[in-house]
């Protein structure tokens, strides 16, 4: 097994990688990067290569990874390739495959290193440690100081992870891990995961989606963290893998969210709807990077586990809070089930659980619940969870628009998301057009199916995680946000469906769909309108210039510095800051200096730029991290010497040059405009 550090040497434990060499897989490489098919090879290879599978490519670098068909002894098969192929003198090189070792993930590596030394370290020294190694540089890079991209001798092969050990040990190395490529990925939706984005199902297009990849042009759920009370998630499933995140048994009071019983499938399924994370051939949530909670909860109705739950959620940094459960449904097809009008209250425990995180949850701001409606076809209204008033409530609409069959109804509806149906006659409720959601099943044959994913998962609690991702996207471009906030900008994203049927009163409002099915690329815009709202009044940029007289001059925003100086200064550095911007929001800057060449600031309000008068600032570059991020574009121009207009650039671009050569800089403005979605 081979390790990779990331985070240098006081790295976190999550931090490294672990490889291994897979059985059946081998790579090969063309010389001059031409793809397999153009490359010159002679019979023997071809016939060889002939008996393997390809797996992934990457065509621009001339590498294929193919799989070796022998179930007796895959290894002595792929060493027997490998020999053959190496003969041929059109392949560059054949290889074994390194695959991590949780999730299998194909990982190949090059000769090539990353390496970072200490800023204080002298370029003389970063050499002396590259020669020490035998390392050639092949670039500097300008993204941090002291940062080289270099490369080890041809055919050092696997050595490279013990060099990258040997080389981080010491004291002047700040980071340093071999070049590693993965493969690039688009990560779509599945296409039997119509509820994302249209499909075609049997030669039929489906079109009753939430649009969810307008949602993901801003994010993907990434920091946000999503608790699944429900009966147990399979957390070893590969599209949960790096993301399982506090997980707890509220039942059995134990540190493991995991399934215990043969039954314990529910959760698996209503996590993969929220937060799978779109493995190839897999399944996708709606918020595939966003973190996963599983809260594993089997005891009864109104028990302390029950509120324990919550609780745990709340204290352990849950985000969004998915509930997928509730009091017993009557039976949907039969109109006069007793229990259809049986009432049941929320207990007090568990009332009060709820209402401890949605008040003191998320460092007070307070998580966001939501609950299935019911699969009842009765009012939720008798349903003293899913009726409690903070709470957000779903139910759950079909692939042709309509409510599902089954689904409960109420003032309590507050939104709509799509599911799976069913066909009844009775009703003259159509038949739907596909089986219902893909999502994430229990392995090693426990689950719904046997493959590790469920084509057919249905409900109001597939609707609820559905939502739940939602939420997440959410709260990911706009952390502010409060639980009452979040349900007001829901009720603002919604498509209203079955104008016809859904009984809309005045206020937009039907009891079917609540304000209809959500739009997720309306909700995420939503909530950035509302953080862009919020912090415009307050939200500035603050700081100062340097010039080579003069000192140093207050630097704010929307106003050029440096214009009315008679003569013109030429500036040296700044320093910047952002003042009443949201937690986890900062201020990044670079800039390019005739001695310092590229320097940029390590933490906000730092100075970076040139000490002494005699140098200049060619170049300033600038961006913003974090929530504010998604809010907003920072705008930056400079004057150039002897020019009378200003050079405007944004988020990271150069404004001036970013090379030794360039006119030194007299002038400098900064601004923030909120982004047009």
């Known amino acids: 097994m081979y390790e990779v550090r990331f985070g240098g040497k006081k790295g976190k434990k999550s931090q490294i990688l672990r490889l291994e060499v897979s059985p059946d897989l081998l790579v090969v490489r ?9 490359a010159p090879l002679r019979r023997e290879s071809r016939e060889v290569l002939d008996a393997t599978e390809e ?115 010491e004291k002047e190395v700040e980071y340093c891990h071999p070049e590693l490529v993965q493969e690039r990925r688009f990560k779509g939706a599945h296409p039997l995961q119509w509820h994302l984005v249209e499909a075609t199902i049997n030669g039929r297009v489906v079109k009753q989606h939430v649009d969810i990849e307008a949602a993901w042009k801003h994010t993907r759920g990434k920091g946000i963290t999503i608790a699944i009370i429900d009966d147990g998630v399979d957390v070893a499933h590969p599209e949960f893998v790096g993301r399982i995140v506090h997980p707890y048994d509220a039942t059995l009071n134990s540190l493991d969210g995991s399934p215990k019983s ?49 609780t745990w959620a709340a204290d352990h940094g849950a985000d969004v809070i998915s509930c997928s459960w509730g009091p017993s449904d009557g039976d949907w097809w039969n109109p006069m089930d007793p229990l259809h009008n049986r009432v049941t209250p929320l207990p007090d425990s568990t009332r009060l659980a709820m209402e401890y995180a949605l008040t003191k949850g998320r460092n007070g701001k307070g998580c966001v619940i939501l609950f299935a409606a019911g699969n009842g076809n009765e009012s939720a209204d008798n349903d003293g969870y899913v009726s409690f008033p903070p709470i957000i409530t779903v139910s759950a609409c079909n692939d042709t628009g309509k409510r599902c069959v089954y689904s409960d109804f109420g003032k309590c509806v507050w939104v709509c998301f799509p599911s799976a149906d069913y066909g009844w006659r009775a009703f003259r409720h159509p038949a739907p057009l596909t089986e219902g959601l893909r999502t994430t099943d229990r392995q090693g044959g426990e689950g719904y199916a046997t493959e590790g994913y469920v084509n057919s998962f249905g409900g109001t609690s597939a609707a609820c995680p559905g939502m739940a991702g939602i939420v997440a996207l959410m709260l990911a ?51 950035l309108k509302a953080a862009a709202s919020k912090h415009a009044a307050h939200l500035n940029i603050e700081g100062v210039a340097r010039f080579h007289t003069g000192g140093e001059i207050p630097l704010l925003s929307n106003v050029v510095v440096g214009n009315a100086f008679v003569p013109p200064r030429r500036l040296l550095g700044f320093s910047l800051s952002l003042r ?24 906000e309000g730092e100075y970076v730029g040139e000490t002494s008068v005699v140098h200049r600032l060619r170049g300033v570059a600038m961006w913003l991290e974090g929530p504010l991020a998604q809010q907003y574009d920072l705008h930056y121009a400079v004057r150039l010497q002897g020019r009378k207009t200003l050079v405007q650039a944004q988020n990271g671009a150069w404004a001036g040059s970013n090379t030794p050569i360039g006119r030194p800089i007299e002038a400098l403005k900064i601004w923030l405009a909120p982004k047009n979605p």
């Open 580 to 603: 009443n911007a949201p937690t986890g929001s900062r201020i990044r800057y670079r800039v390019n200096g005739s001695s310092i060449g590229i320097r940029e600031n390590t933490k």
């Open 55 to 169: 797996v992934i490519a990457f065509p621009e670098a001339g590498v294929s990874v193919r799989r070796v068909q022998d179930d007796e002894d895959p290894v002595a098969k792929r060493d027997e390739m490998r020999t053959v192929l190496k003969q041929d003198e059109s392949l560059r090189f054949a290889g074994r495959v390194l695959q991590e070792v949780e999730s299998g993930n194909i990982v190949l590596y090059t000769e090539n290193f990353f390496v970072k030394f200490h800023d204080d370290v002298s370029p003389e020294r970063c050499q002396a440690l590259l020669n020490k190694y035998s390392l050639t540089v092949k670039s500097q890079l300008p993204f941090a100081p002291n940062a080289y991209f270099v490369r080890a001798a041809e055919g050092t092969g696997t050595k490279v992870f013990e060099l990258a050990e040997q080389l981080l040990a």
């Open 477 to 527: 471009v706009n952390p502010q946000l409060t639980p009452s906030e979040v349900k007001e900008l829901i009720r603002r994203s919604c498509v209203r469906i079955d104008e016809a049927g859904g009984e809309y009163d005045a206020r937009g409002h039907s009891i079917y769909y609540g304000y209809g099915r959500i739009h997720a690329g309306l909700a995420v815009e939503n909530a």
């Open 262 to 310: 043969p039954d314990d499938k529910h959760g698996t399924a209503c996590a993969g709807v929220a937060c799978a994370a779109g493995l190839p051939g897999g399944a996708s949530g709606t918020a595939p990077e966003a973190n996963l909670m599983p809260i594993r909860l089997r005891s009864g109705l109104g028990s302390m586990a029950e509120a324990n739950a919550f």
């Open 30 to 38: 063309t010389k001059d990067n031409k793809q397999l098919e153009e």
